[in-house]
């Protein structure tokens, strides 16, 4: 738990700096670095992102309007406003004001009038003064059917955010800057498209991919779905395939099983009109069909037509990685979170929702911090802390821990152990010790689960920390964690309830200093706005086999700077899969 020297710049912004920073964007006088600074901030609140919309689609309609007005006053009328009778036209100041008449019911005083005056003086200047090569038409979203259902450390550039859940809207690019999501279209065919990506849902049955990664799926039913690049349109035919865009619109299309038709988009050769993009697709005679285990690609100095390629079946993707999907925790009076009730993983490619009782329960075998006193304390919660201060860490509320134990940037080559193999508290290094009240089975995906609090002007992916086998085996290894599978540019992350952090002038080299000794600094640190992250973490990574029981683990902060460590406020472990239960994945899902 780490507090800043100063404050995020776009942070707290008033409403009217708020608007400021919105026309700046519009106008697009924002530099690179304050587009980034802005999407951060509009991720980081979603009221402001809502509003941020709103704007968005008032502002469209906005500049609908002038540019009707514009088309009348050239003599270029539209089809309702031509007649005769002025009285029945409808002027413009009504328009206007039905249009805003939502913005000027929901929103209060001096924002509203701010908004509507601001945005109507851009788009005018805009309207009349365009900027080269600028765009002066807004397009509005369309709604789809086709679903979100999926994300796995997902984050998207610019103000165009989607979340598990949502419906995504036709025609808006969307730039996937980190991570992976997976789409759901009406007719069953899912995809998934991978960072970095530019994408947009074209149609009920069709997706457009600029660039990056895309791995279909068209089950039975979903015959004719299309994937749209600059190269190529490539149908199925009842398959799963891969698509793969570079910057240079060079594409690949690797077919795992079925069948898909690739329909060759024409260049623009050189000295040719230039206006247009791209020609019409050729016809259904020139289609190039794909069988399993077939390769094209288009491209570059390849023919239009395309060559076949090296088929590589490791590129296609069937499912998201496992990994840790989300929790539920109950709620105190003021809507924070409190106690963890449950989680929801994905584990061998199946998703299961596990209630707190079903996870199994850790003690804290050892505790020790660094060589240099903590400023930020070494104990989490309430202002009185209990008798044994590792119920802190041991229980189910998500605003209590063990925090800013030691560590350093690369792992240690050996722990202390005693001579059953067990971790020796005595000689144990800063960082801390865990035992699972019942031995935790290796299974695939997540085994064990980390919850930390993590602030905004902290690392957004969480904090890293080392995570050691307590074992004398030479084939066991530490593993890093460096991304969590929750942070906080993930949907459903809730705040905790205030917290206070209990400090100590020195160094606490153990769980019995923390035990007899009182801090003599207890600070309110609720202002922070701390939320609950979490990484899952796979017993495969530390060499673990199938299979095999984990009775302990070690585990210390990871990061060159001293100021970053973990905060942990609640570890379990999973617990075993029942095969029965979960059977093995298609293997075409599990690349």
Known sequence: MNEPDNTHPAGDLGDQEFLEWVMRYQDGTLTFAEVRQFSEMLQNDPAKKTQFRRIQLRTATLHDLFRMDAFSRSGMLLDDQRDSDPAKRTPRRTLLRDAFRPAILGWTGVISLS?????GLSFWNRIHSPKPGASVVA????????????ENRATFFGSKVLVAGQNVPLHQDYLLNTGMIKLRFPSGATAIVEAPSIFRVNSEDSLVLNTGGCSVHAPPGAEGFEVLTPMTKVVDRGTRFYVNVQDTSETEVHV?????????????EEGTDKSSTAQPPLGDSAALRLVDGEAVQLGGFVADSGERTVFNPARYRGQLPDRLISYEATSTVDGMADELTSLTVQRRGHIQTYAVEDLVPIEVLAFGGSSEPEANGYLCGSR????????????RTLSTGLINFGGQESPLEQLPLREDGTLDVALCPPGLGIRFRTPVVNHPGPDVVLFEIQSFVNLAEGDPFHVYPVSPREDLRPFTVRKYDLTLNSSGIRQVAPLWSHRFPEPMWSLDELRDRDAPVIVDVGRMHFHVIAAGIDLSDLGYAQGEAVSELFIQHASP???????????????????????????????
Do not use: Q, T
């Open 115 to 119: 908004l509507l005056l601001v945005c």
């Open 139 to 150: 397009p509005l979203m369309a709604e789809s059917s086709v679903l979100l259902v999926e």
């Open 384 to 395: 009185k802390r209990p008798s044994r201060p590792e119920n802190w860490l041991e229980d």
């Open 561 to 591: 700077d001293l100021k970053v460590k973990v905060d942990p406020v609640f570890i379990a472990g999973l617990p075993p899969l029942n095969r029965e239960d979960f059977p093995e994945p298609n293997p075409a899902d599990s690349h």
């Open 256 to 268: 795992i099983e079925g069948a898909a038709d690739l329909y060759a988009i024409n260049r623009v």
